[in-house]
């Protein structure tokens, strides 16, 4: 009975070990450590800040076997003007991605969130700022199909930046 027991815990341990392998995250250091590179590597623009630019993008990228980018596609971004930073911050990740089981390809789908922290109390002309950004925003779609397959979707990148009023 005891060796029973003793092959039953030997066995699950080492599929949870395996289990674990299986499911780490792709990125060098875990989520917080990809969250913290993306903040601190995408610097925005002049125009984006002074313009109260917001908007989300979704990004689609291969990786090859040593974790180097190797295509980069924009699924959709509310705003064109925000995605040049985002692939700049993305091309500078190259060789921190983990590829599962050995693969010689992987994607990944990303999201990224860029919004402003709002002041405590709003003003007209803020509120004007926010209005001409959000009308005269070029949207950039995917109108294509693109074969998901074996895609990675990443948890989303959230980047604030702070105005002067």
Same mark, same amino acid.
């Given at each position: ?29 875990g989520k917080e450590v ?22 989300t993008a979704i990004f689609?990228?291969? +990786?090859?076997? =040593?974790?180097?980018? #190797?295509? /980069? *596609? ?10 040049? $930073?985002?692939?700049? +911050?993305?091309? =500078?990740?190259?060789? #921190?991605? /983990? *590829? ?10 990303? $999201?990224f969130s860029i919004r ?50």
């Open positions: 009975m005891k060796k029973i027991l003793l092959i039953a815990v030997i066995s699950l341990t080492c599929f949870y070990a395996k289990a674990q392998e299986e499911l780490a995250f792709p990125f060098q250091g990809m969250s913290k590179f993306f903040k601190d590597s995408l610097v925005l623009s002049d125009q984006i800040v002074s313009h109260k630019t917001t908007g689609k990228f291969t +990786a090859d076997e =040593k974790g180097s980018i #190797k295509k /980069i *596609i924009i699924y959709y971004a509310d705003d064109i003007t925000i995605t040049p $930073p985002i692939i700049e +911050a993305l091309k =500078k990740s190259d060789r #921190k991605w /983990i *590829i599962p089981d050995h693969e010689k390809f992987h994607d990944f789908i990303i $999201p402003f922290t709002p002041p405590a109390t709003g003003s007209p002309a803020l509120q004007k700022a926010v209005y001409t950004a959000y009308s005269k925003r070029k949207a950039v779609v995917s109108f294509d199909q693109v074969p998901l397959d074996m895609a990675t979707l990443l948890p989303a990148v959230s980047i604030s930046y702070d105005i002067t009023p």
